[in-house]
T-cell receptor, first 114, second 114 residues
Framework: SQQGEEDPQALSIQEGENATMNCSYK?????LQWYRQNSGRGLVHLIL?????REKHSGRLRVTLDTSKKSSSLLITASRAADTASYFC??????????????FGTGTRLKVLA | EAGVTQFPSHSVIEKGQTVTLRCDPI?????LYWYRRVMGKEIKFLLH????????ESGMPNNRFLAERTGGTYSTLKVQPAELEDSGVYFC????????????FGQGTRLTVV
């Protein structure tokens, strides 16, 4: 089953507005991470929130995690044109062997209009 | 410090041909992952190496895909013979051996099978 389904799939806002993206997942996690991908580039890590945390901030980014609802949200405040990118959440799962892997969703395409 | 590098950045091949993608992880990162993104869909997990061992190859589509990581350094992903549905962007990522850390991604290889 797919983990880390982002919502909305696409979002278009004006510069200066806030952008909120949501992520839902299905199974238990150790932590959840948000990544950004600019067109033609690799993914860049933005922020990590552990399963025992409820909120985390990093600059203009605010991430919340609700493990009871198996969901997370990413808020970008005072958006800029440079924030235009695809945003992915990744859930991190461990296995009895001790290994772990990152599971990504379909992403949210954010367009910030100048 | 060099990041994760992938080669080539783009590849266009005909159906039935063979293509080999290469990934050089960040030095010292034991964990190496391959992912694929097809036409705006989710970033799908393919497989995970810890050093030279395949820890999880549950995402490999079929036996036309072969991944290796000789000596636990760089990794190759070979597709033989390539089919049209193999087109997409192949990402490689590496991480340190700690659970609550991020994955570092390469810029991806865009594979087009015609």
């Amino acid at each position: 089953s797919q983990q880390g389904e982002e919502d909305p799939q696409a979002l278009s806002i004006q510069e200066g507005e806030n952008a909120t993206m949501n992520c839902s997942y299905k199974t238990s996690i150790n932590n959840l991470q948000w990544y950004r991908q600019n067109s033609g580039r690799g993914l860049v890590h933005l922020i990590l929130i552990r399963s025992n945390e409820r909120e985390k901030h990093s600059g203009r980014l605010r991430v919340t995690l609700d493990t009871s609802k198996k969901s997370s949200s990413l808020l970008i405040t005072a958006s800029r044109a440079a924030d235009t990118a695809s945003y992915f959440c990744a859930t991190v799962h461990t296995f009895p062997s001790g290994t772990y892997k990152y599971i990504f969703g379909t992403g949210t395409r954010l367009k910030v209009l100048a | 410090e060099a990041g994760v590098t992938q080669f080539p950045s783009h590849s266009v091949i005909e159906k039935g041909q063979t293509v080999t993608l290469r990934c050089d992880p960040i030095s010292g990162h034991d964990n190496l992952y391959w992912y694929r993104r097809v036409m705006g869909k989710e970033i799908k997990f393919l497989l995970h190496f810890v050093k030279e061992s395949k820890q999880d190859e549950s995402g490999m589509p079929n036996n036309r895909f072969l991944a290796e990581r000789t000596g636990g350094t760089y990794s190759t992903l070979k597709v033989q013979p390539a089919e049209l549905e193999d087109s997409g962007v192949y990402f490689c990522a590496s991480s340190q051996g700690h659970l609550n850390t991020e994955a570092f991604f390469g810029q991806g290889t865009r594979l087009t099978v015609v």
